[in-house]
């Protein structure tokens, strides 16, 4: 696993693409942090990063089905697959080695935004006026939806031996779990709408962004990365 880990890793960042998509999505966060009025910080006027965990999860949708969208389509694309099988590791080692990478990538990813909360910090009367419970409750909901997309492009690489199917599928995968949920919450009435909004992950984001880290929005996050790396099992056994 450790080896698979690293060939991971390393076939990522082998690529001038791997290092565009991370560019990529740091440049995107930081136009929307600190340069586009409608949403930046010195604008706003307030020792606030709202708008860095408002908008991240939309970049998140694209960003992290571009990551995984390789792991396995690229893999049965390239014949390597049955090699990999032969291995002396099993389907689900192969399955949470990949994902691991995946996991360590969307982590790299995410890590330099901790830059701006130091910014944020200094810029503040008096310096240190920022609610730190909140920015970090928001960043760790950061990392818990990073690890569900993650699962989720896994799995959609796993449909298919093509990257840009897999990567679309992923992103309509992702898209559905984070916003369709509350769109189809907010057409029905009563406590039905209640239960399926709990089914979203922007609802247990919000929850985790208030700076109490409640341990059934971590729970259910844990519980929607199980569910999508066991689908991930099923499907390549069955294939």
């Not at 693409?17 to 706003?44: D, K, M, Q, R, T």
């Not at 991240?56 to 690229?74: C, G, H, K, Q, W």
């Not at 950061?142 to 990257?163: D, E, K, R, W």
Request: net charge negative.
């Amino acid at each position: 696993m450790k080896s698979l880990f690293f060939k991971e890793i390393n076939a990522f960042f082998g690529s001038l693409l791997g290092y565009l998509v991370l560019a990529l999505f740091l440049i995107a966060i930081g136009l929307i942090v600190w340069v586009f009025p409608e949403s930046s910080v010195l604008e706003y006027g307030y020792a606030d990063l709202e708008a860095l965990f408002t908008y991240t999860p939309y970049v998140f949708t694209f960003l992290v089905p571009a990551i995984a969208m390789r792991s396995i389509a690229d893999e049965r694309k390239t014949g390597t697959w049955e090699l990999l099988r032969t291995s002396p590791l099993s389907l689900l080692q192969i399955v949470f080695a990949k994902y691991f990478a995946l996991l360590f990538l969307v982590v790299l990813a995410v890590l330099p935004t901790l830059l701006y909360f130091f910014s944020i910090v200094q810029l503040g009367d008096p310096v240190g006026n920022l609610d730190q419970a909140g920015f970090f409750g928001s960043w760790i909901g950061l990392l818990m939806i990073g690890a569900v997309f993650a699962a989720v492009g896994l799995f959609a690489s796993a449909l298919t031996s093509q990257q840009v199917l897999a990567f679309v599928l992923g992103v309509f995968l992702c898209f559905v779990l984070y916003f369709g949920f509350s769109a189809l919450a907010d057409l029905q009435v009563g406590d039905f709408a209640y239960w399926v909004e709990e089914l979203s992950l922007s609802f247990h984001y919000i929850n985790l962004s208030r700076g109490v880290v409640d341990s059934s929005d971590v729970f259910f996050m844990l519980g929607m990365v199980w569910l999508f790396l066991g689908l991930s099992v099923l499907t390549l056994k069955n294939k």
